[in-house]
């Protein structure tokens, strides 16, 4: 379920902003994509459809085919329970543990307590947080927090992965470490579409990159064919 594809979309405001004019393009099953452009550009409204929390005002977005607007309450519920999202803010529970805000999306579909344990452990690992698996998100820094958020993303293995800016409170080298284990995730078959204004990782990445601007698709850059840059950052999955 992780061919994407927008069809002449627009989301205009009540206020007559248009966040996007009509955007038409796809993310191919298994592909890796960078939303950039300015702030306002249109890549956090680009997202917020992705996820289904807003609706085009014109045009479809379609996940293999089915239209999101038109997506029944149990396919919507279906269609999110396959999908990893990076927020800005965090969305973390100030009342749950490390350990059971990473666990929420296993515990929701059911899988039992030792695959939980294992997979949670897996995922911070991978943000480098063993350790603090027990300590309450009032207890980490901002750059913890935006970690766990990024292991909560990844821990059920999406079929997509939507991230706003994930890596916007992070030093350079995590912020690397991180973009890395995005691609090996994509590297495993999930899709995967990030925005972000960082150009400098953008392009050590060599992905395929989409810049937006004033709500349009300005350029388009194709992914570099240098091999797998993935593997020089090995993370645990």
Do not use: W
Not at 145 to 163: C, E, F, T
């Amino acid at each position: 379920m992780g061919h994407v594809e927008f069809k002449r979309v627009t989301r205009r405001f009540d206020n007559g902003h248009e966040a996007l004019k009509e955007v038409s393009t796809e993310f191919p099953e298994g592909s890796m994509t960078f939303l950039t452009g300015h702030s306002g550009a249109g890549k956090s409204t680009f997202l917020k459809l992705l996820l289904a929390a807003d609706s085009p005002t014109r045009g479809s977005i379609l996940v293999n085919g089915v239209d999101l607007k038109g997506i029944s309450k149990r396919g919507l519920a279906r269609y999110r329970r396959n999908l990893g999202v990076v927020f800005q803010d965090h969305h973390l529970l100030a009342q749950r543990t490390v350990y059971d805000n990473v666990a929420i999306p296993l515990r929701v579909i059911g899988m039992r307590e030792k695959d939980v344990e294992r997979r949670v452990r897996a995922a911070l690992t991978g943000v480098e947080l063993i350790g603090k698996e027990g300590l309450y998100p009032r207890h980490l820094s901002t750059g913890e927090q935006q970690r766990v958020g990024i292991a909560r993303a990844v821990v059920n293995r999406p079929k997509i992965l939507l991230a706003d800016e994930p890596t916007g409170n992070l030093d350079p080298e995590l912020s690397r470490h991180i973009m890395y284990r995005f691609a090996r995730f994509n590297q495993m078959g999930t899709t995967v579409i990030v925005a972000s204004h960082d150009v400098g990782l953008i392009e050590e990445m060599g992905s395929r990159t989409l810049c937006l601007e004033q709500g349009r698709i300005v350029a388009e850059i194709p992914a570099r064919q240098e091999g797998n840059q993935a593997e020089e950052h090995p993370v645990a999955v």
